[in-house]
């Protein structure tokens, strides 16, 4: 009766690790006879779930019932409590429920104590999580990229990763696509043929690949500064309608802007060398902190903090569904205290 377990905002991630799955345990040829998902917003789809799960697969191979923003963990109702109770008893060996949420599991519950007993006590049963880091940690968007790359047998140097954080951020599907699009440049370049061997990711292959675009956005990034939010939309508008991504553009404006913050916050709070503000701000590229200070020269700390606000709720926005040019327009062009000089 094997339960995998597996939660945390990186849907990319977490897709992965379902798929990975997926493919271990169904034989192909009985998939659409041994593959169910379930939507658990709907409470009639989760008791059958638990009915699914106590049937034996077909054929070939295992079965797997994978239950979408599954309630098991996190708000369960008493009836359904009361069934997974019964039903996880029942599971058969080759049967695998997959239970998939992106908030953290409620240690309290009773059917988050049952789950986590069988994972103890069945070495088929897994937990992981998978959490993107935030804008602002640096390390955990250095990690999140050269563990991307590492599945994807790719080899990078520490200021190869630097530069794919500071042009993509900590958007794990867009890492993904960019990667996969460096693979075939270097092999491309290369012409690599043995798919054994790692594949090198030079910086120059990074700039080649990411510097129109972030270019762009950091233009954008520029005119946000110096409160032009019109211009700054019509050339956000002209990006999203040339084919740039939604999430690339909020990610380099947000890591504009979390530079700002942290050279403004440090400059005001001690006297420290380029290098220091360099290193506790997360800029690879220390030469990097003179544009940052003539960019943000006559800006309140108040102001840039705001300017980050609106650019994280653009990002939720998005990632939520929102038309991406909806999103930017609702949020920058709302009244605040943005950009106004001290």
């Known amino acids: 009766m094997p339960i995998h377990l597996i939660w945390g905002d990186d849907y990319e991630a977490s897709n992965r690790e379902i798929q990975e799955i997926i493919g271990r345990v169904i034989d192909p040829v009985w998939k659409s006879f041994n593959y169910s998902q379930i939507d658990g917003n709907d409470p ?13 697969p077909l054929g070939n191979g295992g079965r797997i019932v994978l239950v979408r923003r599954s309630p098991f963990c996190n708000v369960c109702s008493i009836e359904l409590a009361n069934k997974l109770e019964q039903a996880i008893k029942l599971i058969p060996d080759n049967t695998h429920l997959i239970l998939n949420n992106s908030n953290k599991p409620d240690k309290r519950l009773k059917t988050t104590k049952l789950i986590q007993k069988n994972i103890e006590s069945n070495p088929l ?3 992981k999580s998978f959490n993107l880091p935030l804008p602002w940690d640096i390390n955990g968007q250095r990690k999140l990229v050269n563990n991307i790359a590492n599945k994807l047998n790719l080899k990078m140097d520490n200021e190869t990763i ?27 370049n290369n012409k690599i043929l043995n798919k054994e061997e790692s594949t090198k990711i030079t910086q120059e292959l990074v700039k080649q690949s990411t510097q129109n675009q972030s270019t762009n956005a950091l233009e954008i990034a520029g005119i946000l500064i110096k409160g032009e939010k019109c211009i700054a939309l019509n050339k956000i508008k002209s990006l999203l309608e040339n084919g740039e991504p939604a999430l690339r553009v909020i990610a380099t404006l ?11 916050l440090l400059d005001s709070q001690q006297k420290l060398d380029i290098k220091e503000i360099a290193k506790l701000a997360g800029i690879a590229n220390p030469k990097r902190i003179f544009v940052i200070r003539k960019q943000i020269h006559g800006q309140s700390f108040e102001a840039l903090l705001e300017l ?15 038309n991406p040019i909806d999103s930017f327009k609702d949020n920058l062009l709302t009244e605040s205290k943005i950009l106004t000089n001290n």
Do not use: C, P, Y
């Open 308 to 322: 980050m606000k609106k650019l994280l709720k653009i990002e939720a926005s998005i990632k939520s569904g929102t």
């Open 44 to 56: 009639k789809q989760n008791f059958r779930a638990l009915e699914e799960v106590q049937s034996a």
């Open 125 to 127: 049963s897994k937990e």
């Open 162 to 188: 630097d530069l794919l954080v500071e042009s993509i951020g900590n958007d794990s599907s867009l890492i993904n696509t960019e990667l996969q699009k460096l693979t075939l440049l270097a092999e491309a």
């Open 254 to 264: 947000t890591g504009q802007a979390r530079g700002w913050l942290w050279v403004h």
